[in-house]
């Protein structure tokens, strides 16, 4: 059974930093591709970030490029993601997500439905 499990979330204050993490199980974490979702009250979810099953590419949405960071850890089966200089328009439930098919990450990526695992989500709210 897969398992997607974020942490770090919570309230932080406007300008500050988090870093959220994905804890997988269950699949063969280092041959998928990873991305993290957010989903903020009342809109639809959007891409945050994605990257490649070795970590050597990266992708971001237009709303974080420049103030986060995804990487991974394939010895520890979790992906990360290093946000800075947060912003109250931040605030939303984040979700990590594995791709839907082992050594690949085609154009697409930001398309929710390119992802087959989904975690709970984290709830992060930014104070302004």
């Known amino acids: 059974q897969v398992q997607l499990v974020e942490s770090g979330g919570g309230l932080v204050q406007a300008g500050g930093s988090l870093r959220l993490s994905c804890a997988a199980s269950g699949l063969t974490f280092s041959s998928r591709a990873m991305g993290w979702f957010r989903q903020a009250s009342g809109k639809e979810r959007e891409f945050v970030a994605a990257i490649t099953w070795s970590g050597g590419m990266t992708y971001y949405g237009d709303s974080v490029k420049g103030r986060s960071t995804i990487s991974r850890d394939n010895a520890k089966n979790t992906v990360y993601l290093q946000m800075n200089n947060l912003k109250a328009e931040d605030t939303a439930v984040y979700y990590c997500?594995?791709?839907?098919?082992?050594?690949?990450?085609?154009?697409?990526?930001?398309?929710?439905?390119?992802?087959?695992?989904w975690g709970q989500g984290t709830q992060v709210t930014v104070s302004s």
């Open positions: 997500a594995a791709y839907q098919a082992e050594y690949i990450l085609r154009i697409g990526y930001q398309q929710e439905g390119k992802y087959n695992y």
